[in-house]
């Protein structure tokens, strides 16, 4: 347990509305990570940030925008969401005493509808 | 790009036997590989780590290889039980100050029957 937590773990919303995802982790990781999965592609990255105000883009950023204000959370936005991003998306961290292993949360669920 | 392969997609296997997933990969420069776990409406779980200089690791009754020269990744798992089913994801980093930018397989998902 990497002390990882997402919120909410399921949600359904409008198309246009928008969203926010939370990952709050307890134990000071420098590096954090927005995944989403979808059936035939897998994990991809959307985002991470290696610090308190540092992000860049990971493979499918568009349409997403991300935050991270302090070390411990790590927020998610669609902005307007649309239907192609009903998914589940996953917060991870590199965990550098291990070997920079890293670790999953347990998921957010989200429906557009 | 890079390109991760995981053979079989299923696999379904009675209780007691050893087992072998593959994963295959394009790009010899990685840095680092994980398998991973993922049981039906759950996250990942983190079984075995191989940094780039190493060959394998092992915990309890798995053991992860690494090939870099054949570009091949193999999962053994001695003595199958009921409790291993699930899906089994490889996924490498590529960068060694941003190991969490990860490239996954696409999965075996793994059955194991009493």
């Known amino acids: 347990d990497a002390g990882i937590t997402q919120s909410p773990r399921h949600k359904v919303t409008e198309t246009g509305t928008p969203v926010t995802l939370r990952c709050h982790q307890t134990?000071?990781?420098?590096?954090m990570y927005w995944y989403r999965q979808d059936p035939g592609h897998g994990l991809r990255l959307i985002h991470y940030?290696?610090?308190?105000?540092?992000?860049d883009k990971g493979e499918v950023s568009d349409g997403y925008s991300v935050s991270r204000s302090k070390t411990e959370d790590f927020l998610l936005t669609l902005e307007s969401a649309t239907s192609s991003q009903t998914s589940v998306y996953f917060c991870?961290?590199?965990?550098?005493?291990?070997?920079?292993?890293?670790?999953f949360g347990e998921g957010s669920w989200l429906t557009v509808v | 790009k890079q390109e991760v392969t995981q053979i079989p997609a299923a696999l379904s296997v009675p209780e007691g036997e050893n087992l072998v997933l593959n994963c295959s990969f394009t790009d010899s420069a990685i840095y680092n590989l994980q398998w991973f776990r993922q049981d039906p409406g759950k996250g990942l779980t983190s079984l075995l780590l191989?940094?780039?200089?190493?060959r394998e690791q092992t915990s309890g009754r798995l053991n992860a290889s690494l090939d870099k020269s054949s570009g091949r990744s193999t999962l053994y798992i001695a003595a199958s039980q009921p409790g291993d089913s699930a899906t089994y994801l490889c996924?490498?980093?590529?960068?060694?100050?941003?190991?969490?930018?990860?490239?996954f397989g696409q999965g075996t998902t793994l059955q194991v029957k009493p």
């Open positions: 991870a961290i590199s965990d550098r005493s291990a070997g920079n292993t890293i670790y």
């Open positions: 134990e000071n990781h420098r590096y």
């Open positions: 191989i940094q780039s200089s190493q």
């Open positions: 996924a490498f980093s590529y960068g060694s100050g941003n190991t969490g930018k990860l490239i």
């Open positions: 940030s290696y610090g308190v105000k540092d992000t």
